[in-house]
């Protein structure tokens, strides 16, 4: 809802630019005729001149996002341009097993069956923290936690992160039936079973909180882990 008296202020920022740049030019030539102590229009100055600064670097960074956008999508497109006559190569080749499909996380042929149900167990997550703005993770399953193969019928692992001041509490768990991590932000499925994350400089003395689920060859997950929390070395 606009306010009385302001529907002359035009609505697109573009149009409101000119008119604004105008309207301190004429106020301006308006007090000078009249006599008037021109230091009355300092905060308008001050405004116009934020305005200025800021409407310019708002149509730059949007600029660039767009360009960013069409960058990403065609780096896509080239990319599963490069990603089909390879998976074509390699579920027509003699030696590809079921458990190499499910590896790279292709579509698995007929022959034997790989397990497909929900996992039933939790990852857990091991972290590093050796090394400055950087964690390095392995997921291992509660029931063998001293081995690293996943359980069978397991293609990968979804992992979430959350990030919180020190002393903070770790952000509650998503419910079991949850279709993603609630507050915890996805990072990547792990097909391995390790990975590095490497944060920004201004993350450093944060706490990451990890959670992570299996997911079978058919795509069902498994329940929540347990949360595993570090910190991020500055």
């Known amino acids: 809802m606009s306010r009385s008296g302001e529907h002359y202020m035009p609505r697109p920022d573009a149009e409101f630019a000119m008119w604004a740049n105008h309207y301190a030019q004429a106020v301006a030539a308006f007090y000078d005729a009249q006599g008037l102590d021109p230091a009355g229009l300092a905060p308008l ?11 310019p670097a708002h149509v730059t960074a949007q600029a660039a996002a767009q360009a960013a956008r069409r960058a990403k999508d065609a780096a896509r497109a080239a990319l599963e341009r490069r990603v089909r006559p390879v998976t074509a190569f390699v579920q027509a080749w003699g030696g590809t097993t079921n458990a190499d499909r499910a590896e790279m996380g292709i579509a698995l042929r007929g022959g034997t069956a790989l397990p497909s149900r929900a996992p039933t167990t939790r990852p857990r997550a091991l972290v590093d923290v050796a090394q400055r703005l950087t964690h390095r993770l392995r997921l291992v399953d509660e029931s063998t936690p001293t081995r690293r193969a996943r359980p069978a019928g397991v293609q990968r692992a979804e992992l979430f992160v959350a990030l919180t001041e020190p002393g903070r509490p770790a952000p509650p768990p998503p419910n079991p039936n949850a279709a993603d991590g609630g507050a915890y932000r996805y990072m990547g499925s792990l097909t391995r079973g390790e990975t590095t994350l490497t944060f920004r400089p201004e993350n450093g003395g944060l706490q990451a909180h990890y959670l992570s689920r299996w997911v079978s060859t058919s795509g069902a997950t498994g329940p929540w882990s347990e949360t ?7």
């Open 228 to 234: 595993t929390s570090a910190t991020v070395a500055a």
């Open 45 to 55: 100055d001050e405004a116009l001149a934020a305005w200025n600064e800021a409407f």
